[in-house]
């Protein structure tokens, strides 16, 4: 078995951990760092709407000696408004298409026969084609509508299947991620296509898709958790992370792998800028849904839970228990416990404890334990 499997399943069965309930803090003060810088960039710079928002034209030029730095300053300069400028194909078959935003028809015709001559070439091998605002209007507006409905129908089922807790929890997940995202769009200035509100949609499905996996794995360990002294709600909800923790990192790189690819090699290296439009806002996506479900989450349905007057009577018998000096998983009279075996240890950071012998009790007589 390799390290990483080896290390998944002593993970799951709670002899190793990482206490990210208790040092939930942290993280809490690390995301609404980064949550304040992601509004404060989206305030300040605003996001790059692309063309299909805004308006516009778009031109299609061959390929001349000129670069494309050179075209879209020349292009700037022709419309006063910023421009975009790409190279399609290569050899004799490249052409140059000019995307120049909140232009209309009587403006397109001057830019056209001032591009044809900044350029080199004939005026009528520069064609032009007018995008309205109103498309993008439709599709943003569209989207947002289903984003919406997509959100009203997830807390609905988390509350169903789950609880209303851990459907408030995924909603602020999904919250952290969506802002996030934006943020960074913010921030490096990309252009926002349609196919980034699509990118920016397909996350949601994958951050929920994570958190879920969390919550089921907690739903199943805190059956009858009233039953024992032994862990408190915020313990087990640790051990539910660090259980899946393996399996959330694995999906979680599998799926920025080809991710990356489109970004870095397809969009950076090899100079396809298009695909920027919808990795990038997947390549954030993907991993801040990793990372709320995991820091943001599961913590924040521990800290509701915790404030009800059973887990705190509870976290009381646990608490009180322990200071007595008996080790956590000393026998004791309580009933076992969800899926919790035998010898298993806490979810703590640390090695796991010694397990309690199993010949404890042996040449003692019957009866109650001391």
């Given amino acids: 078995m390799s390290k990483l499997g080896t290390l998944g399943a002593r993970l799951h069965r709670g002899e190793v951990g990482y206490d990210f309930v208790g040092n939930r803090k942290i993280w809490y003060g690390l995301s ?28 299609n030029t061959p390929t001349t000696s000129v670069s494309v ?7 700037e300069k022709a419309s006063g408004h910023d421009a975009i400028v790409q190279k399609l194909g290569s050899g004799d078959k490249a052409t140059l298409r000019i995307q120049v935003a909140g232009i209309d028809t009587d403006q397109a015709d001057k830019v056209s026969a001032q591009l044809a001559k900044d350029l080199g070439v004939a005026e009528k091998d520069v064609t032009g084609e007018l995008v309205g605002p109103s498309w993008g209007e439709q599709i943003a507006n569209k989207a947002w509508q289903g984003l919406g409905i997509f959100l009203v129908l997830v807390v609905i089922y988390l509350a169903i299947a789950f609880e209303w807790r851990m459907a408030v929890a995924a ?15 913010a921030l490096v200035g990309f252009e926002v296509t349609p196919g980034t509100v699509i990118g920016l949609l397909t996350i949601l499905g994958y951050s929920l898709y994570d958190t879920v996996v969390v919550f089921d794995s907690l739903k199943e360990q805190t059956k009858d958790i009233t039953k024992q002294t032994r862990w408190t709600y915020s313990d087990i909800a640790n051990r539910s992370i660090n259980s899946t923790l393996v399996r959330s990192i694995n999906t979680t ?13 397809g969009g950076g290296f090899l100079g396809a800028g298009m695909l920027n439009d919808i990795s990038l806002s997947l390549f954030v996506g993907l991993a801040a849904g ?17 404030r009800e007057p059973q887990m705190k009577a509870l976290k009381k018998r646990v ?25 298993a240890g806490p979810a703590v950071v640390g090695p796991r404890n010694q397990p309690a012998s199993r010949n404890r009790g042996r040449g003692r007589p019957s009866g109650k334990r001391r």
């Fill in 32 to 59: 609404i760092l980064i949550t304040i810088m992601a509004i404060v960039g989206l305030a300040v710079r605003g996001l790059n709407m692309g063309i299909e928002f805004q308006g516009g034209a778009v031109f």
């Fill in 69 to 75: 730095s050179q075209a879209q300053e020349y292009a």
């Fill in 171 to 185: 909603f602020v997940a999904l919250i952290h991620d969506i802002t996030i995202t934006v943020g960074i769009y």
């Fill in 253 to 265: 790189v599998v799926a920025l792998l080809p991710v990356a690819g489109l970004l870095f090699i």
């Fill in 290 to 306: 990793a990372y709320s479900s995991i820091f943001i989450a599961t913590p924040l349905v521990a800290d509701l839970k915790e």
């Fill in 319 to 343: 608490l009180a228990k322990r200071a007595q000096g008996e080790a956590p998983d000393a026998p004791a009279t309580d009933e076992p416990f969800g899926d919790e075996l035998e010898d």
